[in-house]
T-cell receptor, first 114, second 112 residues
Framework: QKEVEQDPGPLSVPEGAIVSLNCTYS??????FMWYRQYSRKGPELLMY????GNKEDGRFTAQVDKSSKYISLFIRDSQPSDSATYLC??????????????FGKGTLLTVNP | DAGITQSPRHKVTETGTPVTLRCHQT?????MYWYRQDPGHGLRLIHY???????DKGEVSDGYSVSRSKTEDFLLTLESATSSQTSVYFC???????????FGDGTRLSIL
């Protein structure tokens, strides 16, 4: 079993839809969870950053972490064509020592159709 | 803007030649990283640095070396490039461990 699993999609939705993106993981030591957005031929751009379990909201984006289920989600409300990108989940065990290394999912390709 | 610049942005070279990629950051980040991104594999860590002259290997370090003589610059060298090293290379940096990493826009490297 890979450390981080992410459905690669592709996922295609109409404009205005609610999008749900998910990752599961196996390492119970992960404490920091991130979502990155990557446009074609660009570097990953940080969208959301959360520590431990719970929800975090930023505009149209909500990140959820359920450590008991080893499951994280990113919700996009009122999706726009400009949200079309690949979304990467990433996580790390924490700060200090060698625990800052990130483990990435392989990314989900999202297309929002006008 | 994460203040991370990679150069060159594109490079085509031949098998067996040495190649050096440069990452420059302006935010005084302590930690810097080199990743490669390939279809079906996602982002994989090659090498990382936790300070000037302090570097260590990632999960796919064979065939690569790095150097960091100044806080702002992190160099990735392919001593003798092979076709399997054709990839998109990303540099990332963060100020402290536990903080999110910020990425440059990548170098697209083709080895013929």
């Amino acid at each position: 079993q890979k450390e981080v699993e992410q459905d690669p999609g592709p996922l295609s939705v109409p404009e205005g839809a609610i999008v749900s993106l998910n990752c599961t993981y196996s390492n119970s030591a992960f404490q920091y969870f991130m979502w990155y957005r990557q446009y074609s031929r660009k570097g990953p751009e940080l969208l959301m950053y959360t520590y431990s379990s719970g929800n975090k909201e930023d505009g149209r984006f909500t990140a959820q972490v359920d450590k008991s289920s080893k499951y994280i989600s990113l919700f996009i409300r009122d999706s726009q064509p400009s949200d079309s990108a690949t979304y990467l989940c990433a996580m790390s065990e924490g700060s200090g020592g060698s625990n800052y290394k990130l483990t990435f999912g392989k990314g989900t390709l999202l297309t929002v159709n006008p | 803007d994460a203040g991370i610049t990679q150069s060159p942005r594109h490079k085509v070279t031949e098998t067996g030649t040495p190649v050096t990629l440069r990452c420059h950051q302006t935010e005084n980040h302590r930690y810097m990283y080199w990743y490669r991104q390939d279809p079906g594999h996602g982002l994989r860590l090659i090498h990382y640095s936790y300070g000037v002259k302090d570097t260590d290997k990632g999960e796919v370090s064979d065939g690569y070396s790095v150097s960091r003589s100044k806080t702002e610059d992190f160099l990735l060298t392919l001593e003798s490039a092979t076709s399997s090293q054709t990839s998109v290379y990303f540099c990332a940096a963060n100020r402290d461990s536990g903080q999110p990493q910020h990425f440059g826009d990548g170098t697209r490297l083709s080895i013929l």
